[in-house]
DNA sequence: CATGAATGAGAGTTCATTCAT
DNA sequence: TATGAATGAACTCTCATTCAT
């Protein structure tokens, strides 16, 4: 996973504990991701684990410890395979069609971060609202910067910057998570979100 | 609520069973948009409706069951608000502009209906993608009408109505549902993402 | 039992309920008595009054809620036996031996008490608190009492009181509770406690 | 603490190990005292005394074997500091008054022995029996040696020594653990209650 | 001797669902 | 049709004790 921020857990004292935390950890993200978080169950992470039942508690305080633990792990992760896809383009909406291509991708590979994030708005309403404020304003910062290079319109702000993140993240729920054989690929379909984010769809 | 089209419920002889039903499904939208799915319990869905615990397996089978019948009538209401609002509109731009103003001020008024749509992507995914695949196919007829009428694009598709669709969803989420002092209000929210629809961002 | 008196028990609405949380608090009374408050289980009260586990939650709130309850059912029967043992006398120093001696039949049929009641001080110190001087007062007023009626001397108080009090759970501990064969009876040891307290030791 | 005397405890072989045992000892003294028995926890017990939870079992059996080793301890400990109180004494009734009022002051001090001794009742009813045989069975052969010297009643007995027992735990139990202000000085207490002891309250 | 991670039995509690009245 | 008591499986969490280092 993209980060080492884990929220409020037992801190291990030694390597062992180190790995079984993660252990844990990742097991958790399978079980949420399969059978969302209340029909999770501690034994079954523990048993995917392959640690005693006991053991969770010597590193996560409950259950929504180690979902929350999971959402900003997850969230972390997100944001880094943005950062990732973009870090080499220059032009503001190749800067933008990049972010789109490398989410599509990374979704593709973590078809179970959706079911995570959306779920943390009923666990911990405050890790998925800081989630998508968080990535607005990073998409907001984006727009200003394009306005700034006089690429894109100046009256771009927060309005355009949700419009933005809600195309990206339902065109990953159709294209990463929904994704059918006939489909477009992630590139036709970042390409296609390019051109109406550049020119709208206006004859 | 908008339709009284309920799934599998077993249905009333009586008036008085009627209104006993209606009395469990308006508490039970209450009772999950408050609590969530597996947080929401049926004996305070009964208490809120102010009939017997044992009464609720008159009306519906299940705890899923009363879930599932809301989920449909909450779709259902979330279409009928936007075709209301766009009853009146012919230009093929205007219509998308109309159909998100009603659909803000829908949100404004019905703010349980986010949690309960987005707890349906766990509880019952079948609602919940098809609640999605619909609006998307109506969205995505709409911009071939608008490609017939000269007015849009001819080339757009699934991806661009998807993309519209998100873009609708989270300037709900942010403006309809967490909306702070200061915000724009739905009108202008509409009128700016509709132009960033029919232009689009660049200068 | 010698009381309705429950504190903040769920209230039963029909016959049948209001005989299973009789049972149940009679069941618990044993239970508590022969394994004390933490040793004792839920399922075994339940098992013992021969009704389901989750039938326990209908009438109590939590294991501490029906210790409560037990504590102020036994400490009411307490108070009654000593005010039925004395109901008939009128000298001063009868009633103080008639009291003691009612005091150790019952706690000879009721053995369970002495655990309860200790027990409170760990489960429920102000239950346990209040137990104790609400006999003290009690015990106060008879002997004010006794003055007035020129018996006994004027200057007893509080002292006095809880000197009583002390002396009477004590014997009721080793003749009622820790009885031997060969002890004296509970009404020789009331005579000598009567004794004692009318003339003290001195030769 | 009063007493080396330690029940069936691992001997330390090393200077170190005795400083270890003892530092485990005081914590569980206030830890028994502040929570009970059952509230208490080893982890917490080794938190206090500063050293590794593994460490415990090197030192003790078990947690009801460290209880057992305390409940001896603090027996002894008011023992000793009757046996210190009365020990200028020479008049049987001074001797009583004295030792009275030492326990009073010890028990001042030592608030949490209430709690302990009681809680043997549950965790090790031997102890508990033995702590107050033991006691009861010194106090009588005091009052023999009074008989003895002329000075009380030749009839006195196990009854009257039990008696005088519960006198005594139950005015600590009111003036030191739950004293409060205005209440009077052990010293009054002792008096009252010696005064009370050998004269009775006959008028 | 000291450490702290690992273990797992066992507890209290919840609540969807059933059923007798 | 309405009622509310009864059921019991399932869950989270605790902690005394063991053990590898």
Redesign the pocket.
């Known amino acids: 996973m993209a980060s080492d921020t884990i929220e409020n857990p037992?801190v291990?004292?030694?390597e062992?504990?180190r790995?079984?935390q993660r252990k844990l950890l990742d097991a958790a993200a399978i079980e949420f991701g399969e059978r969302g978080f209340h029909?999770?169950?501690?034994?079954s992470i523990t048993r995917r684990a392959g640690?005693?039942?006991?053991?969770?508690?010597?590193?996560f305080?409950?259950?929504?410890a180690i979902f929350r633990a999971l959402v900003l792990d997850m969230s972390d992760a997100v944001k880094s395979a943005a950062r990732d896809a973009i870090a080499d383009e220059t032009d503001p909406l190749a800067i933008e069609r990049a972010a789109l291509g490398g989410f599509l991708r990374f979704a593709s590979e973590h078809k179970e971060i959706y079911r995570i994030i959306d779920e943390a708005e009923f666990v911990d309403p405050d890790s998925y609202r800081a989630h998508y404020e968080t990535i607005g304003e990073r998409i907001a910062q984006r727009l200003r910067d394009g306005a700034q290079a006089g690429v894109m319109r100046p009256d771009l702000g927060e309005v355009e910057a949700w419009a933005l993140m809600g195309m990206n993240v339902f065109l990953g729920l159709r294209y990463a998570i929904w994704n059918r054989s006939g489909d477009p690929t992630p590139e036709d379909v970042a390409k296609a979100a390019n051109t109406l984010l550049a020119k709208g769809i206006e004859a």
């Open positions: 037992k291990p004292r030694t062992r504990g790995k079984t029909e999770a169950s501690i034994s640690v005693a039942l006991g053991s969770f508690y010597t590193y305080d409950s259950k929504d």
